[in-house]
């Protein structure tokens, strides 16, 4: 039988995580100032809206408008898009244009580089349009979901916080990811299981990226009082459209970590992971995604852990949406008496933005 030994206090790290990441979320969702009304959007009924266009992705289009404030509009509904402002369009290959934007046939997109010459795209090519004064603040996305179940067979109560921000700009991406669940029972201890990935990379080609991350865990289930990972490598993205995102990540990466009444040990790994998103473009907004990680040891023996994340969100209002969580963690080669897995499940609800 594992023997425990009282750990570190947690409470305090782990607040401070969420009050990181849910700051930056807010500060991403701070109002900017209304820019000129002077980008044309026609739907595909024969609708005209004069607006100021914020940015496309994921299949919707995000515009302010002074009737109707800010408006979403999925983009199979779209039939032109006008705009004397300089944009940044991204096609589903990963090339870039820079230009201002006009029409030339139904749901056609030409991008005009400059006078009397421009590139003419489909709409259903392009998976991101951004206006180039963008400022670091719109250039943000991200959500946040709180979850709470209770069970009074047992007095099992447990807490659930999801929170994500992500950052794009011309070449570089940035993204802060929390996860933190912690369960608490009347015959047993407290349970938590915390983790906290940073990480950052530069474009380098149309589908190419290089980067890196840094990821802390706190997992008593499987008594890792903290495991540090930090490593980089190369990204290359699979598939981009309208519908779906999928990259592949490999690359080294160095672990340090302590499991609880353990030495602190280190040890070089190779890291190969995928992330993968799924949405619909209708009204009835669903968002699939999942990503997994997977580390083979290089050094201290063999070795291999798999992490795996992921989430269904259904959206029931504007930027509000309920979601259903899923976790899973793997080793292959654990301290002697310890558990080599953990999995779990929660329901939330949440906000994006």
């Known amino acids: 039988m594992a023997i425990r030994t009282p750990a570190a206090p947690t409470g305090a790290r782990v607040l401070a995580c969420i009050g990181v990441v849910l700051g930056l ?41 002074d009737a109707l404030d800010t408006v979403r509009v999925y983009s199979g509904r779209i039939r032109e898009i006008v705009s004397p402002r300089q944009f940044e369009v991204e096609r589903a290959d990963g090339t870039l244009h820079f230009g201002a934007l006009a029409t030339t ?8 580089i400059s006078p009397g010459s421009g590139i003419d795209l489909q709409l259903d090519d392009i998976v991101r349009i951004t206006p180039i004064e963008a400022s670091v603040w719109q250039r943000m996305d991200g959500h946040v979901d709180l979850g709470f179940s209770f069970a009074k067979a047992d007095l099992e109560t447990r807490y659930t916080v999801n929170a994500d921000t992500e950052y794009k700009s011309k070449r570089y991406a940035a993204e802060v990811v929390l996860a933190s669940q912690i369960t608490s029972r009347e015959d047993a201890e407290r349970l938590a299981r915390n983790q906290l990935t940073l990480s950052g990379s530069r474009r380098v080609g149309p589908r190419w990226s290089g980067g890196t991350i840094l990821q802390l865990q706190q997992n008593e289930e499987l008594s890792i009082d903290l495991r540090t990972v930090a490593g980089a490598g ?111 499940m929660s329901l939330a609800l949440g906000w994006s933005f």
């Not at 809206?49 to 919707?60: A, D």
């Not at 046939?105 to 005009?112: A, D, H, I």
Request: proline share 3%.
């Open 25 to 65: 979320g807010l500060i991403g969702a701070t109002p900017s100032v209304a820019g000129p009304k002077v980008d044309t959007v026609v739907l595909d009924n024969g609708n005209r809206l004069t607006c100021e266009i914020k940015q496309l992705e994921r299949g919707r289009l995000t515009m302010s408008t």
């Open 105 to 112: 046939q139904p749901r056609g997109v030409r991008v005009e």
């Open 234 to 344: 190369v990204t290359r993205y699979l598939a981009q459209s309208n519908r779906t995102n999928l990259t592949l990540f490999a690359g080294l990466a160095y672990t340090r970590e302590q499991f609880t009444g353990e030495e602190i040990k280190g040890r070089a790994e190779v890291l190969v992971g995928s992330n993968w998103d799924w949405f619909t473009v209708t009204n009835d907004h669903v968002d699939l995604s999942t990503q997994v990680l997977s580390f083979f040891g290089v050094t201290g023996g063999s070795r291999t852990r798999l992490e795996l994340q992921s989430a269904a969100r259904f959206e029931f209002l504007k930027d509000f949406y309920f979601s259903v969580n899923g976790y899973g963690s793997f080793d292959s080669h654990p301290p002697e008496g310890r558990a080599n897995s953990d999995v779990g």
